[in-house]
């Protein structure tokens, strides 16, 4: 395996291989940042609740953390990194959401189409 490390970084990496077991990973010298379960002042539903109305509930709570701004790709892109959520349930949460007031635009206005 070939290294990247300084050669004092090497002697911390051989050392802690020696004082664990012997080995390495690219974990030991890096901070991970953990992702916060929530992010954003809305509460999200429970990881077991699906349907269009809890899945506009995660939508919004993608919004909020990302200022409210995002095409609909990107929208789709992250409910589906983060929830989970196909591009067809998240077309329909986004429907619903418009629908029952949950989501609104950048200005706080109710949306009028999708």
Do not use: C, H, M, Y
Not at 74 to 81: I, K, M, Q, T
Request: proline content about 8%; charged content about 30%; hydrophobic content about 30%.
């Amino acid at each position: 395996v070939e290294s990247a490390a300084t050669p004092s970084q090497q002697s911390g990496l051989e050392q802690a291989a020696s004082t664990d077991g012997g080995s390495v990973s690219a974990q030991d010298e890096t901070d991970v940042d953990e992702e916060p379960a929530e992010r954003s002042s809305v509460p999200l539903p429970p990881e077991d609740a699906t349907g269009p109305k809890p899945n506009a509930r995660r939508l919004k709570a993608i919004l909020e953390e990302n200022g409210s701004s995002l095409s609909k790709s990107d929208l789709f892109g992250r409910a589906a990194n983060r929830f989970d959520i196909p591009p067809s349930d998240a077309k329909s949460a986004l429907e619903k959401g418009r629908q029952e007031g949950i989501l609104t635009d950048a200005g706080g206005d109710t949306i009028r189409s999708v």
